[in-house]
């Protein structure tokens, strides 16, 4: 394909080289191409100006922008993560309307696609990254930009029932049409955005799979997002976690990492483990739950209730089970390098990924993914997280049945270790076969095909 893979996000990368998967791909592939990436400074300014400032990338450009006070709030701490992030999160009873927050979400958004205009060419490929930027094709359109622009929802989609209680629920097929290609994470996500498709008059199924939505025809495919487990692997092999936690030679490992938010079901994973200890008979190996929370949009009152009852429900059981050599449950409120993450995870016997709702969820993947496969730890994973949808062969469980997971805990350190290799083995070839390269590459393939029939369409 010829052409510049322009792409935009909330936020360009901008603490030095690139670290992580997504991030990673999304630079080798703009690095090639010689593209561009459009987001947000990280600068908040009182009269932010209307043009884009260039940071120089390893052979692309970053295009970034800044927010004035109003938008950080209306915008950003506002209508995408204090609506549309609950929205999307099956808790439509936490979405924080406050008037005005949707005109400085969508004003966002048509400036951004005002400033970008200037400067697309006819056959760029634009790739736009989340929720914050959902109307952002649909104000490209306005500005007469005609070149193919696809989108990637991270997070889940919506519910038809949850997505009725978004005032600006009409806006949304408009929105999602006016993309030509509309990926989601999961089979399940791809349901739910056809049934909403489904209740509306003038939308059509056509029969190659695409939707057709008055003047617009586009598609809304799963692509499951993966991680660099290969990179991931090796810096497990590196680090040693178990020397860095500090745990005995007979003591067992449990891990959680989440960031701090009220869809990754942290409260509840914590009684489990709670009851877990309740039924520890005497002369059993202890167990400690390491869980590491950092802190996300604290700005925001959902996430510091969580944090308070996190920290009340950790006070209290640690109160009642500790002893003067083991405290059961280790709660770091602050990020922990990925590097450092991937020596944790190899050191832990189990993880513990119990999301309420999720997207996809890599922490699973990542766990497997730095595992030893000659002594693998058991996963256990939340049927409501994506990535259950390939990672089968993990512990499943309902995160709001606090004895299911207890349950699934005793059975994870009872499990044989041919269980646990067998286990692993599928786990590891799902997750090392389907990396973020071939998401990247998949992805992309998609919307070059979605190209070539618009100019093949075009020429007849």
């Known amino acids: 394909m010829t ?21 990673v791909a999304l630079h080798d592939c703009l690095r090639d191409s010689g593209g561009v990436w459009f987001g947000t400074s990280g600068q908040i300014t009182e009269d932010a100006p209307d043009r884009l400032a260039t940071v120089e990338g390893d052979g692309y450009t970053m295009r970034t922008f800044d927010l004035t006070p109003q938008e950080q709030t209306g915008y950003y701490l506002g209508y995408a993560n204090s609506v549309l992030w609950p929205l999307c999160h099956r808790r439509a009873d936490l979405m924080d309307l406050h008037a005005g927050d949707y005109d400085t979400y969508i004003g966002v958004n048509r400036r951004l696609a005002k400033m970008m205009a200037a400067e697309l060419r006819a056959d760029d490929r634009i790739w736009i990254h989340d929720y914050h930027f959902l109307p952002l094709a649909a104000c490209l359109r306005a500005e007469g930009v005609t070149a193919t622009i696809g989108y990637f929802h991270h997070i889940p989609f919506p519910s038809t029932h949850d997505l009725m209680a978004l005032p600006e629920r009409d806006l949304v097929p408009g929105w999602m049409a006016a993309f030509d290609l509309f990926g989601l994470q999961t089979q399940r996500d791809v349901a739910a955005a056809l049934e909403m498709f489904r209740s509306l008059n003038g939308a059509e199924q056509l029969r190659d799979g695409s939707i057709k939505l008055r003047d617009r025809r586009f598609q809304v495919r ?66 400690s739950l390491l869980q590491i929370a950092p802190p996300t949009r604290e700005d925001v009152p959902a996430y510091a209730r969580i ?13 009642k089970h500790s002893d003067l050599d083991w405290t059961p449950i280790r709660y770091i409120h602050r990020a922990v390098p990925r590097e450092v993450l991937a020596g944790l995870y190899r050191a832990a016997d189990v993880g513990l990924v119990t999301p309420f709702c999720d997207g996809m969820n890599l922490v699973a993947k990542e766990y497997v993914a730095a595992q030893n496969p000659d002594n693998p730890g058991v ?12 990672m089968p062969a993990a512990l499943i469980v309902n995160p709001y049945d606090i004895g299911e997971m207890a349950a699934a805990l005793h059975q994870a350190f009872a499990m044989p270790l041919e269980e646990r290799r067998e286990r692993h083995e599928i786990l590891a070839r799902g997750v090392f076969r389907n990396d973020v390269a071939k998401w990247t590459q998949t992805y992309l393939d998609a919307m070059a095909r979605i190209t070539r029939a618009a100019q093949e369409l075009a020429e007849s």
């Open 222 to 287: 799963s692509f499951p997002i993966g991680i660099d487990a290969h990179a991931f692997a090796r810096d497990a092999v590196e680090a040693d976690g178990r020397s860095r936690v500090n745990v005995s030679p007979d003591e067992r490992l449990v891990i959680g990492v989440d960031r701090l938010d009220y869809s990754k079901g942290l409260d509840n994973r914590l009684r489990a483990f709670g009851q877990f200890l309740e039924k520890r008979v005497e002369d059993a190996p202890k167990a």
């Open 307 to 319: 944090r308070d009852e996190l920290e009340r429900v950790t006070g209290a059981l640690n109160g």
């Open 3 to 23: 052409g510049r893979l322009v792409v935009v996000s909330n936020r360009v990368p901008s603490d030095g080289p690139p670290a992580g998967g997504l991030v």
């Open 379 to 390: 996963l256990i994973l939340s049927q409501f997280a994506g990535a259950v949808e390939q």
